[in-house]
């Protein structure tokens, strides 16, 4: 793959004959397990390819040079950017795709991600110990940047064997880091914590609760988990379908009212997930929208601190839930959902 890589460096229009060399040396640095001199050369060789095909996409010559006194240089901030500093629509992600931009943004610019240019600008990463993962994931990318803008157009290269899964990859790459992404793991964890609560070693006999006022307490919550699951019913594929007897499987207990609770929340989150770009035109429900889920928000804070050891407020969290409840289905019927305005 490195010799492929170093047939490619030759004959890819998005590298000027003057990098040529600094290409090379990151390849060697890799073969020598010298993984983080490999990407401390590396970034600048694939930013510096990506500033020439930004500026033939966009006809901005002008922006190839390097940094003046009086000019900013082009950097990957401005590159991956939406729009040109002059307001006109930047062409680079559309020749790139959606998967290659993913994969720039993770490894550049999301907090969340590697962000590898700027620790390693920072200094903040151990040189001796840099992961092989990172430079093997960025050369990767590179290398199939420089097969896709090869300026040797036959197939062979193209179609080399090494070259095909890395482009498969490349194209098919989703982002790891995105606030959206992250979001949807942590819908996944929630989900499979929550699964777990049957398991949850049962309590004695002498230790149940009795008693009604219990029962009364429960119920108008079990009332409103059941007329909002109705309500997001027709949200739902045809072949899936919610318990219609969630509400009679629930016991007394708090712990146990608080599942389903839970699990309508996180089917809200997903649902709104499906259609998360789907915008408020209107400022008005826009605002009403970011205060609902603020309102759910502070529901789910309040409800860590007083399901807390320390706080043990269990009638309270069960009033917290009750009106929580009715917010969330108040909402619902206004039909301000982002899955309600997709339809």
Not at 288 to 316: C, G, H, M, R
Request: contains cysteine; aromatic residues 8%.
């Amino acid at each position: 793959l490195l010799s492929l890589a170093e047939e490619l460096v030759a004959k890819s229009s998005i590298v000027l004959r003057t990098m040529r060399p600094f290409w090379i040396t990151a390849l060697t640095l890799f073969r020598q397990h010298r993984y983080a001199d490999c990407v401390i050369l590396l970034l600048p060789q694939l930013e510096s390819g990506l500033r020439l095909l930004f500026t033939t996409v966009n006809d901005c010559p002008s922006r190839l040079i390097t940094a003046e006194s009086s000019t900013l240089y082009t950097t990957f901030d401005e590159m991956l950017a939406k729009q040109l500093s002059n307001e006109e629509i930047n062409k680079l992600p559309l020749v790139l795709g959606e998967s290659a931009m993913e994969f720039l943004w993770d490894f550049l610019n999301h907090q969340e991600g590697p962000r590898i240019r700027d620790h390693l600008s920072h200094g903040e990463i151990n040189l001796y110990n840099f992961p092989k993962e990172i430079a093997n994931s960025l050369l990767s990318f590179s290398v199939t940047l420089l097969g896709r803008f090869s300026k040797d157009k036959t197939v062979d290269i193209k179609e080399h064997a090494f070259l095909r899964p890395l482009v498969s990859c490349t194209n098919n790459y989703c982002s790891q880091f995105h606030p959206t992404a992250l979001l949807k793991k942590q819908v996944l964890q929630c989900v499979k914590s929550i699964n777990l609560w049957s398991d949850l070693p049962a309590v004695p006999n002498e230790q149940e609760m009795t008693g009604s006022e219990e029962d009364s307490a429960v119920t108008p919550c079990i009332l409103i988990i059941a007329d909002i699951f109705s309500l997001l019913q027709v949200h739902l594929p045809q072949d899936v379908r919610l318990p219609d007897d969630s509400a009679n499987n629930l016991v007394t207990e708090n712990m146990k009212c608080l599942s389903p609770v839970l699990q309508l929340i996180l089917i809200l989150i997903t649902l709104e997930l499906i259609n998360i770009h789907t915008v408020c035109d209107n400022p008005t429900e826009y605002q009403q929208y970011l205060k609902f889920l603020k309102a759910i928000l502070k529901y789910t804070e309040n409800l860590v601190t007083y399901t807390s050891p320390e706080k043990n407020k269990w009638d309270e969290t069960l009033d917290l839930t009750h009106k929580a409840l009715i917010k969330i289905r108040t909402f619902l019927e206004k039909k301000q959902m982002l899955m309600q305005l997709a339809k």
